[in-house]
């Protein structure tokens, strides 16, 4: 009778663990709730003009707070409980997070300069000026190298196995 050896595990090539570039997207994690709900006070602010708004202006305004809530917080938070565990999901799921991100603030933007065009207008503030082009430029940049990096790093390759 033989008798069956467990197998070893298989061995990897190359780095792994948290370290390298992907100690870089762990602090943006770590950080991004961090100034979200600082920025999050702006949003407060905003309440004492709710009434004045109309309903789909109203409604516009409170899915874009929870909109930024999950963008900007949740899904950060989420996605450092997946980096630390080392779970496997975590690659893909931050691909997501990554690509949405850009979209996000274009689609703000868009819905923003729909719904409520008039009033920034009315109070001389342009919403496509040069701040939010910097902010939609570095979303797509700060996507593209992670995204890349996610899907490309033998070190995420090797470290995201659970």
């Known amino acids: 009778m ?3 050896q467990p197998s070893a595990p298989l061995a990897r090539e190359g780095p792994e663990g948290i370290g390298g570039y992907l100690v870089v997207p762990m602090l943006g994690l770590i950080f991004m709730p961090l100034a979200g709900l600082v920025v999050f006070e702006h949003h407060i602010g905003l ?3 709710f009434s004045l708004l109309t309903g789909a202006q109203q409604v516009f305004v409170v899915a874009e707070i929870f909109g930024y809530l999950a963008i900007a917080v949740a899904c950060p938070l989420g996605l450092l409980v997946l980096l630390i565990g080392k779970r496997r999901a975590f ?3 931050y691909i997501v997070w990554a690509a949405v991100s850009p979209v996000s603030i274009l689609t703000d933007l868009a819905a ?3 719904l409520l065009g008039d009033i920034f207008e ?3 503030v342009a919403l496509f000026d040069g701040e939010a082009a910097k902010s939609i430029q570095h979303s797509i940049v700060y996507s593209v190298i992670w ?5 490309k ?3 995420v390759q090797n470290t995201f196995t659970q």
């Open 47 to 49: 309440s004492e003009y």
């Open 2 to 4: 033989s008798e069956i």
């Open 112 to 114: 923003a300069s729909i």
């Open 122 to 124: 009315a109070q001389g």
């Open 153 to 155: 790093s033998r070190r």
């Open 91 to 93: 690659p893909r799921l």
């Open 147 to 151: 995204i890349l990096y996610m899907q």
